[in-house]
């Protein structure tokens, strides 16, 4: 496959997506995900993903919709594949981050992440990407001290 060269449209899209990621609210949900929310189970995944009374559910569905959003503009041809894995790791270090327990998840949420694992599928760029972040994460969770782990409120 021949390797397309980005445009200034492709340019104004990431600049939008990662003016959207800036937003005080939103920096505040990818705080959360990035950061606190550690799940070792799938029922401490359940407890926040799928429990509306939880104060964190929506930050979880804010975050995740964003990058199966952008995902879905890279799969759809709305943006440059390569321009996007280079400036964008977040929906990659999610998908590393939940895959010890990604199946058990894909049970009971059948379309979790699917569009970003389908770029990593499709394109070499984001398979690259995230095997390289899929190594940090796990670096990470080694570091996490006893105690720090997700507990379920």
Not at 58 to 64: L, S, T
Not at 134 to 142: I, P, S, W
């Amino acid at each position: 496959m021949e390797r397309m060269l980005a445009t200034p449209a492709d340019a104004e899209i990431i600049l939008k997506l990662y003016q959207l990621r800036t937003e005080p609210l939103m920096r505040e949900a990818r705080a959360f995900m990035t950061g606190e929310f550690w799940p070792n189970t799938p029922e401490e995944f359940f407890a926040v993903a799928q429990n509306p009374a939880d104060p964190h559910n929506a930050f979880f569905r804010q975050v995740v919709t964003y990058w199966e959003m952008a995902a879905a503009m890279v799969l759809h041809g709305a943006v440059s594949a390569e321009l996007f894995v280079d400036c964008n790791a977040e929906g990659f270090f999610l998908l590393a981050k939940f895959s010890p327990i990604l199946e058990p998840i894909r049970e009971k949420m059948p379309t979790f992440l699917n569009k970003t694992s389908e770029l990593v599928n499709r394109f070499t760029a984001a398979s690259a990407r995230y095997e390289g972040v899929l190594k940090n994460v796990e670096a990470r969770r080694q570091r996490l001290q006893p105690g720090q782990e997700w507990q379920v409120r």
